[in-house]
């Protein structure tokens, strides 16, 4: 059975940072994301990684801020995120797909954690 646990949301001000993780459990895959949903908002894609070779992409809007990285030995993602703004403020959900052709869009995901809310204030 597949799970994914994400931890590391919080509160933080403006220009801070946090750090989160997401634990997988049941299954290696291919492709991870992060992606964030804002009351009121569509949830939409803010960074992924191939889990063969590394590769990362990121939304223009975390450009230069967030990372993505993982360890491989524990079947763990992780997302540092530096330079914080009150936009980035969401629920913020690890997705993880067995495939993955298409690595910024959630059709292409085929699980997904709990979320954790990360909250940045000015």
């Known amino acids: 059975q597949v799970r994914l646990v994400e931890s590391g949301g919080g509160l933080v001000q403006a220009g801070g940072s946090l750090r989160l993780s997401c634990a997988a459990s049941g299954r290696v895959f291919s492709t991870w994301a992060w992606f964030r949903q804002a009351p009121g908002k569509e949830r939409e894609f803010v960074t992924g990684?191939?889990?063969?070779?590394?590769?990362?992409y990121y939304a223009e809007s975390v450009k230069g801020r967030f990372t993505i990285s993982r360890d491989i030995a524990k079947n763990t993602v992780f997302l540092q995120m530096t330079g914080l703004k009150p936009e980035d403020t969401a629920v913020y959900y690890c997705?993880?797909?067995?495939?993955?052709?298409?690595?910024?869009?959630?059709?292409?995901?085929?699980?997904w954690g709990q979320g954790t809310q990360v909250t940045v204030s000015s």
């Open positions: 990684i191939r889990w063969s070779g590394g590769s990362t």
């Open positions: 997705e993880t797909a067995i495939l993955g052709r298409s690595i910024n869009t959630r059709a292409a995901y085929d699980y």
